[in-house]
């Protein structure tokens, strides 16, 4: 096994976190009307910044597993693999809870619809800093 880049682990997530911002905000503020209030938006994003980086690790040890020379035969691995990610585990959890609580199919879709662009961002990084 190769070593973690964790110079992409720090920076794929600050990325996801950014994207964040970008999506809740001027994209769809539905999220800002669940949580009024700047105090509460920034620990928001403090706590999603926690858990990306969590996440970020994970891929990155993930890449750090398939190694350099598979990923620089096959870069699609690196989109592959976070998209999996949040296809296969983060979205389907999120969809879940959310419908359990009663949550509205668009929040629903606009919540899911970041967490898979979020994380084929993070793949990107990863494939850029490979």
Known sequence: MESVNWLAVI???????????????PIFRVWHRSFPGDAKLSGKYRTAALVLFIGSA???????RIGSETLGAK???????SGGFA????IPAIWLTHLRMGIDSRTRLIDCGYWLTAYLAMGGVFWGLS
């Open 11 to 25: 920076l794929a997530a600050g990325f996801a976190v950014t994207i964040a911002m970008v999506w809740y905000g």
């Open 58 to 64: 994970m891929l990155g040890h993930n890449f750090a």
């Open 75 to 81: 870069p699609w691995l690196f989109f592959m693999q």
């Open 87 to 90: 296809v296969a585990f983060i």
